[in-house]
């Protein structure tokens, strides 16, 4: 029988401890050996590791709607939207005298038809609104002026017996009244258009201008009123978008600003709220309508 492989045994060797402890085989550890290990997969005859090694439902994270590991979000809990209790609801209804405790500006059922061609059909109407009648206070300044100054000089050239240069003033005086015509119409058609996915501006009366922003994309809104408009309650919109130009930033001279900057925050942070007033006060109306 031959010898054993490998150089003979010497007690003096400065070697051997070190050959004998890498040579030893490493034992396996088992599932109660200490934290960390346990039953999984196992690679060679190295220590297998176990599926909650290092995790566990630490402080703040244990309770329902949780899995077994802290940093793991249950996948069958899915999105459960907020629930609205009926005092919210009241407080935001008209109550049975008329009188609404927050809502001033009342919702339409229908667009008009100037709106209803730039809504798509799966967009919820929230409103539309004209400008505040301060928007026309240039044109109807100058054209009661026009008419006093053109009217003075009228009378005075026809006594001096100059008919050309009064009929030049006529003709001004009727030119100044078809521009104050032409601002008006053009207030008239101007509207500010709120739905459940963007804010728009629809204006022009030959060339139509509609410009719009996403809701999603709105990043800080404000609105402005100067000692005038508090008195006579219109104001400014301010709209950014992470900080890029875009064609709808600022809207002047629309009506009512605080209560139109309350719906259309409400709109961006609580569609749903909206959403169940509006399906509560439509059940109504046809209760009322059916009885």
Request: glycine fraction near 10%; hydrophobic fraction near 35%.
């Amino acid at each position: 029988m031959g010898s054993p492989s490998g150089p003979p045994f010497d007690p003096d060797d400065p070697d051997r401890e070190r050959r004998e402890r890498d040579t030893e085989p490493i034992p396996r550890i088992g599932p109660d050996d200490g934290p960390g290990y346990g039953a999984g997969p196992s690679l060679g005859d190295g220590p297998s590791l176990s599926d909650d090694v290092g995790y566990g439902a630490g402080p703040g994270y244990a309770g329902e709607g949780r899995s077994g590991r802290a940093w793991i979000r249950d996948p069958e809990a899915g999105y459960q939207p907020p629930q609205i209790s009926e005092d919210e609801l009241a407080g935001l209804r008209a109550d049975a005298a008329g009188m609404a405790p927050r809502r001033v500006l009342p919702l339409e059922d229908e667009p008009s038809s100037l709106v209803a061609r730039y809504l798509f059909p799966t967009e919820r109407y929230r409103g539309e609104w004209k400008r505040h009648w301060i928007h026309l206070s240039t044109p109807i300044i100058v054209g009661i002026a026009a008419t006093f100054v053109l009217g003075y000089l009228s009378g005075f050239l026809a006594g001096r017996d100059v008919g050309a240069l009064t009929t030049v003033a006529v003709l001004l005086w009727f030119a100044v009244m078809g521009w104050v015509a032409w601002r008006v119409a053009d207030w008239w058609y101007d509207r500010f258009i709120l739905t459940n996915k963007r804010v728009m501006v629809v204006n022009g009366i030959i060339t139509r201008r509609v410009a719009m922003m996403p809701l999603v994309r709105v990043t800080d809104m404000k609105y402005e009123q100067t000692p005038s408009g508090r008195a006579l309650n219109y104001g400014t919109f301010v709209l950014e978008s992470a900080g890029q130009e875009q064609a709808l930033r600022e809207i002047k001279n629309l009506p009512n600003p605080n209560e139109l900057y309350l719906r259309v925050v409400e709109e961006m942070y609580e569609p749903q709220a909206v959403e169940a007033r509006l399906g509560k006060e439509a059940d109504e109306a046809k209760a009322d309508d059916g009885a």
